[in-house]
């Protein structure tokens, strides 16, 4: 990572700035060590390279939202574990997800503790992903490391998002839930107007796949993947311009969490720009009005018109929400948001 990032990084827990601890350097930039809040005391590793800004208990396997609210630690089930939703009943599964809210309520009030050493095991596959040898088996380079995505075509969904963020006219950049960072890649290549680049990722091999892409790009000065909970984001409170969200909120327990720190971290005029799809996902194994119930008692995605209204609820005003219909027959939904 390069010392620049720190402008913009903080502590996930309270939110203040970090200072370097027996860090290594290499042409410049950060290799290891560990970044230390000036505040709480707590300390971060900085694992290949890259800043894991989570707190003890956060790193662990992926739960499904639904799984992570009914407090069930166990393999997922696809798709999303709405298997085990339809299994348990929808009045059954409330009844666990409240007993699970309040085990986390009292948890919360707990000391937060530094993050352990990451398993080598770990180390090992964001080594080998960022590395580039990920993207050299099979036809994987062809596939996801293609700019721009389809020519530019205009009536593209995905190209239409692209176009969206550019159109902020940000200088500091912040991509929700990156995945394996195609998206916020591809906004890098296409932005030359971005002078700081931030893309927070929960799983960490990942992380080693999105700072490959953004060396791909050609953007690797200017953009950082770093290891995060969206729902604790490690950034600075107001000092992003633009936040980005692809897709992702289906895949998230706590989505009004995310709207208050996407709140939080925004300059005062900023934007919150996401592309979701317009109805829940349920799998077709239950009814939707049934996977909404549960998802809106949760805090999981139920729709974009409760997103909205919870959206509106954080202080955010609604500057589009644009319905866009595919010749796959997929229909999204662009959100725009602004902070007051």
Known sequence: MRRKALKYLGCPECKSELETENIRTWKGDIR??????????????????????MTAGSIDHWKAPVDEALGIDAPVLPPLSIPRLVSLGIDEALKMAEAERVRQSIQTNTKMKSIPEIPEAVIEKMKYRDSGEWFKKGSRAERHLKFPWKDGDPSDSFNIFM??????????????????????????FLNGGLEQTLSVERDLKCLGNIQYRFRYAGRSRTSEAVGGDVRK?????????????????PEIHGITIVLKEAYRVLKKGGYF??????????????????FVRF????DLYSGYEKFQSDAEGCGFRIIESEHISEASGKISRLISLRKQ
Request: glycine share 10%.
């Open 163 to 188: 176009k969206t963020i550019v159109d902020t006219e940000a200088t500091s950049l912040l991509d929700l839930a990156s995945g394996g960072g195609s998206a916020v890649s591809h906004q890098v």
């Open 273 to 290: 720009i996401i592309l979701v799809m317009e109805l829940p996902f349920n799998g077709d194994l239950i009814s939707l009005s049934e």
């Open 233 to 249: 984001l490690p950034v600075r409170t107001e000092g992003i311009d633009t936040i980005m969200m692809l897709m992702a909120l």
């Open 295 to 298: 998802a809106e008692e949760t």
């Open 32 to 53: 290891s060590g560990h970044l230390k809040c000036r505040r709480c005391g707590l300390s971060f590793p900085i694992v290949v390279g890259r800043p894991v800004l």
